[in-house]
């Protein structure tokens, strides 16, 4: 039923018939990675929720965000208590160390603190902001309508993917919504985890500063350690960040931050620590730790520009960026928000950065953001600054581009068709969202 609007462990050899090794306890920061994935997970979810107005319970957490999570954890998330308080939750995981704790603040999410924080956080949600800013109207698709209606079902039943968990669907076709439908306990007002896509509303806030005239793209990141004579990585520039082209190394090939995401390490703490391992601009390595450096460069426009002021001006009064305990916003992933306000973020770009006849981003930041400049990936899909390609997709148009997320988070904007897509998951490790496919059905049906 749903709410309708229109690392893998071997089995050990036997020993004998009758023994079998026992598999390894896990290790004190194994388990202490597994709290602090569950405090931040559930405090996120919950108080957000409840912010916006709407609201969770832990069981619906347990069934979608921590339900198959990265292995070496997942049995852990599943057991470790947890207990839920005004502003704090907290999982106990080491009996002679205090539980791992995630911290809400008001405009801000929940932070997860360090392994061995034991402080209390007695402050309590704010009031409800202002109503959020009128949305666009439901309206009859312009197209086939069984088509769009049927490609939408089928992201809810495992038609793009068997085992694939959709939360949300929502199209915007010529600014009316042609298509919303969410999954049982999710809704208008129900935030999810953006995962990657917050990169992608990382270049947006880069973008925004670029247009102040407080950054420039082509320049030097703006990267403290990085200042020593001598050090090479100082000739790494703001736009070899965004296009994962800096060079660096990082915690794993590609995506993995653990300490950074959930083990309470301060990002200006480990990401300007990595050294170089290619000549800047002449590699592609998909990195969170290339936008948490980004992100680090224009930290300084923050006490004026805060994101939270990009997110009220286009109207996405339902999210939230959050930060690591020393204040550091992960922009990289840890961004909550609504299927709703990711239309919004949507329609920024149709509209070229203009929101209301303000221009919001520089002139021509589209075209920046989906230009395939420098080292490209294999696969599917291209990278441009902070963004994915979909120049190589039959039957997408060529200048669609796409933000995507862990666990199934996907934005797709069609400005040659003034469309934008958002599909919401909390998909298992493993289980995949062809999004691709179902980006085809869906534009198959609108004019």
Same mark, same amino acid.
């Given at each position: 039923? @749903?709410?309708?609007?229109?690392?893998?462990?071997?089995?050990?050899?036997?020993?004998?018939?009758?023994?079998?090794?026992?598999?390894?306890?896990?290790?004190?920061?194994?388990?202490?990675?597994?709290? =602090?994935?569950?405090?931040?997970?559930?405090?996120?979810?919950?108080?957000?929720?409840?912010?916006? $107005?709407?609201?969770?319970?832990?069981?619906?957490?347990?069934?979608?965000?921590?339900? =198959?999570?990265?292995?070496?954890?997942?049995?852990?998330?599943?057991?470790?208590?947890?207990?839920?308080?005004?502003?704090?939750?907290?999982?106990?995981?080491?009996?002679?160390?205090?539980? #791992?704790?995630?911290?809400?603040?008001?405009?801000?999410?929940?932070?997860?603190?360090?392994?061995?924080?034991?402080?209390?956080?007695?402050?309590?949600?704010?009031?409800?902001?202002?109503?959020?800013?009128?949305?666009?109207?439901?309206?009859?698709? #312009?197209?086939?309508?069984?088509?769009?209606?049927?490609?939408?079902?089928?992201?809810? /039943?495992?038609?793009?993917?068997? =085992?694939?968990?959709?939360?949300?669907?929502?199209? !915007?076709?010529?600014?009316?919504?042609?298509?919303?439908?969410?999954?049982?306990?999710? $809704?208008?007002?129900?935030?999810?985890?953006?995962?990657?896509?917050?990169?992608?509303?990382?270049?947006?806030?880069?973008?925004?500063?670029?247009?102040?005239?407080?950054?420039?793209?082509?320049?030097?990141?703006?990267?403290?350690?990085?200042?020593?004579? &001598? %050090?090479?990585?100082?000739?790494?520039?703001?736009?070899?960040?965004?296009?994962?082209?800096?060079?660096?190394?990082?915690?794993?090939?590609?995506?993995?931050?653990?300490?950074?995401?959930?083990?309470?390490?301060?990002?200006?703490?480990?990401?300007?620590?990595?050294?170089?391992?290619? *000549?800047?601009?002449?590699?592609?390595?998909?990195?969170?730790?290339?936008?948490?450096?980004?992100? !680090?460069?224009?930290?300084?426009?923050?006490?004026?520009?805060?994101?939270?002021?990009?997110?009220?001006?286009?109207?996405?009064?339902?999210?939230?960026?959050?930060?690591?305990?020393? $204040?550091?916003?992960?922009?990289?992933?840890?961004?909550?928000?609504?299927?709703?306000?990711?239309?919004?973020?949507? *329609?920024?770009?149709?509209?070229? $950065?203009?929101?209301?006849?303000?221009?919001?981003?520089?002139?021509?930041?589209?075209?920046?953001?989906? @230009?395939?400049?420098?080292?490209?990936?294999?696969?599917?899909?291209?990278?441009?600054?902070?963004?994915?390609?979909?120049?190589?997709? /039959?039957?997408?148009?060529?200048?669609?581009?796409?933000?995507?997320?862990?666990?199934?988070?996907?934005?797709?904007?069609?400005?040659?068709? %003034?469309?934008?897509?958002? *599909?919401?998951?909390? %998909?298992?490790? &493993?289980?995949?969202?062809?999004?691709?496919?179902?980006? *085809?059905?869906?534009?198959?049906?609108? /004019?």
């Amino acid at each position: 039923m @749903r709410t309708l609007i229109l690392v893998a462990a071997l089995a050990a050899a036997p020993l004998s018939a009758h023994a079998q090794t026992p598999a390894p306890a896990p290790s004190p920061p194994v388990r202490a990675m597994a709290a =602090g994935y569950k405090a931040l997970t559930v405090c996120s979810a919950l108080k957000t929720a409840e912010a916006a $107005g709407g609201s969770r319970t832990l069981e619906s957490v347990e069934a979608n965000e921590l339900v =198959g999570v990265y292995p070496e954890i997942d049995a852990l998330v599943r057991e470790m208590p947890v207990q839920i308080y005004p502003a704090r939750v907290a999982v106990a995981w080491d009996d002679d160390m205090p539980p #791992r704790s995630a911290v809400w603040r008001p405009g801000r999410g929940c932070m997860i603190m360090p392994v061995g924080w034991s402080g209390e956080q007695i402050a309590v949600l704010p009031p409800r902001p202002p109503a959020d800013a009128a949305f666009p109207a439901a309206a009859e698709p #312009r197209g086939n309508v069984a088509l769009l209606n049927e490609a939408v079902e089928q992201a809810f /039943e495992g038609g793009y993917g068997e =085992g694939a968990n959709t939360t949300a669907v929502l199209v !915007l076709q010529a600014d009316r919504v042609v298509a919303e439908e969410y999954a049982l306990g999710f $809704g208008v007002d129900t935030p999810q985890r953006t995962w990657s896509v917050g990169k992608s509303i990382a270049g947006t806030i880069i973008g925004a500063a670029v247009h102040r005239g407080e950054a420039d793209v082509t320049a030097p990141a703006a990267i403290a350690d990085w200042r020593r004579e &001598g %050090d090479p990585r100082a000739a790494i520039t703001l736009d070899q960040l965004m296009r994962m082209a800096s060079g660096l190394t990082s915690d794993t090939a590609g995506n993995r931050t653990d300490a950074l995401y959930f083990g309470g390490v301060g990002i200006d703490e480990q990401a300007p620590t990595w050294p170089l391992i290619a *000549r800047p601009g002449t590699r592609y390595r998909y990195a969170n730790n290339d936008t948490l450096l980004a992100v !680090l460069a224009i930290a300084p426009t923050f006490e004026r520009h805060p994101p939270a002021e990009l997110f009220r001006r286009l109207g996405m009064n339902d999210t939230w960026a959050e930060t690591d305990w020393r $204040g550091n916003y992960m922009l990289s992933s840890q961004v909550w928000t609504t299927a709703r306000d990711l239309a919004r973020f949507g *329609r920024l770009y149709l509209n070229d $950065g203009v929101v209301d006849g303000e221009r919001i981003l520089p002139e021509g930041w589209r075209d920046y953001v989906s @230009r395939p400049a420098g080292p490209q990936p294999a696969g599917e899909q291209g990278y441009g600054a902070t963004f994915w390609l979909m120049n190589q997709s /039959e039957g997408v148009p060529a200048d669609t581009i796409s933000a995507n997320g862990n666990r199934g988070q996907y934005v797709i904007i069609v400005p040659s068709r %003034d469309i934008v897509i958002v *599909r919401r998951g909390e %998909d298992p490790t &493993g289980k995949r969202f062809d999004f691709i496919a179902f980006t *085809r059905d869906v534009l198959a049906a609108l /004019e």
